[in-house]
């Protein structure tokens, strides 16, 4: 297979960083460019132990960007400024792969959703990818495999690390505020609760928090059903959907999130149903920064360049 380039647009933040972990170690992906206003000019090697190239980060623009004709771009910006960049693409280099990691095109049925685990039969050859958001991911993840049986909308509870607060200062990722706290936030209308709500076609209920710890979320969803079920039913049909996923793994008992951390894969456990067997309640977990963002973005590039779709994708920790 041939080697192809990619560039990433906002690579100062936290998913920036592991996103050039990923590409450093992918045998088939050759980094481009690295866009980022804070960093222009200073090498790419000082601040990633994982890349060992002279490569340095620009400050580009929409379209410098573009003028790059990278065969990949990731857009890992903030909410509401990925267009200039897609606009940039499309009139200068229409067949360049664009993996977007904002909420901009997660609306938007041009653009191929990419959560692969629920999303694989919906592929279409796009060159326009929305990568889900990492609440998002978990909830919906959760919720698929019941989604049928439901008889009320799912209410998930969260909670992650302040690194999904991104880097521009604020209450939700200093840690002196969040010491020995769990912060409540956005508790209706949160992007991933409408975004959960859109891409499964039902309400979803969303209440988010931040905790002290830097890394890794969990989710608790509680699920009504319209009739009794077993506990072994639900197992089984957890399973039957995630068996042959390697990022998704069952676990009988809750995860816990100290333990996905630094971990590609997310975990679905716990399946505490009650009495009348009519609620179920479900526990996942996963890194933010990884599965919820760098790592799908990975699966999601693999898969559109034809190949192997977990190239690349460290098997286990991804700690350096």
């Not at 060159?127 to 998930?156: F, H, Q, W």
């Not at 209308?189 to 859109?198: D, L, P, R, V, Y």
């Not at 076609?201 to 979320?217: C, N, Q, T, W, Y």
Request: glycine share 8%; net charge neutral; with cysteine.
């Amino acid at each position: 297979m041939n080697t192809k380039t990619i560039g990433i647009v906002g690579a100062r933040g936290h998913t920036g960083a592991e996103l050039i972990r990923l590409i450093a170690a992918h045998p088939l992906l050759e980094l481009a460019f690295v866009s980022s206003r804070e960093l222009d000019g200073q090498c790419v090697s000082a601040h990633s132990d994982a890349y060992a190239g002279a490569l340095r980060y620009e400050n580009l623009d929409p379209a410098a960007v573009a003028a790059k004709r990278a065969d990949v771009v990731i857009l890992a910006l903030p909410n509401g400024k990925a267009a200039p960049y897609v606009a940039a693409i499309d009139a200068t280099a229409p067949d360049t792969l664009i993996v977007d990691l904002s909420a901009d095109y997660r609306f938007d049925k041009a653009w191929y959703y990419g959560l692969p685990e629920l999303a694989r039969n919906k592929w279409r050859g796009e060159k326009r990818i929305s990568n889900p958001g990492c609440y998002a991911t978990a909830m919906e993840l959760s919720i698929a495999p019941l989604k049928d049986l439901l008889a009320a909308p799912p209410v998930c509870f969260g909670v992650s690390g302040y690194s999904g607060a991104g880097t521009t200062p604020s209450d939700k990722n200093d840690p002196e505020k969040l010491r020995d706290n769990l912060m409540p936030y956005a508790l209706t209308g949160h992007m991933h609760e409408k975004e959960a709500s859109f891409q499964l076609g039902l309400p979803v209920e969303f209440m988010p928090h931040v905790a002290p710890h830097f890394r890794g979320l969990t989710v608790t969803t509680n699920l009504y059903l319209s009739r009794p079920v077993k506990r072994a039913d639900v197992l089984a049909r957890f399973h039957a959907a995630y068996d042959a996923e390697p990022l998704v793994e069952v676990l009988d008992e809750a995860p816990w999130v100290s333990r996905i951390a630094h971990k590609h894969h997310a975990e679905i456990g716990g399946f505490a149903l009650s009495a009348d067997g009519k609620r179920v309640v479900v526990v996942a977990t996963l890194d933010n920064l990884l599965k919820g963002a760098a790592t799908q973005a990975m699966q999601n590039i693999n898969r559109a360049l034809g190949y192997p779709e977990f190239a690349g994708i460290p098997n286990g920790d991804a700690r350096p």
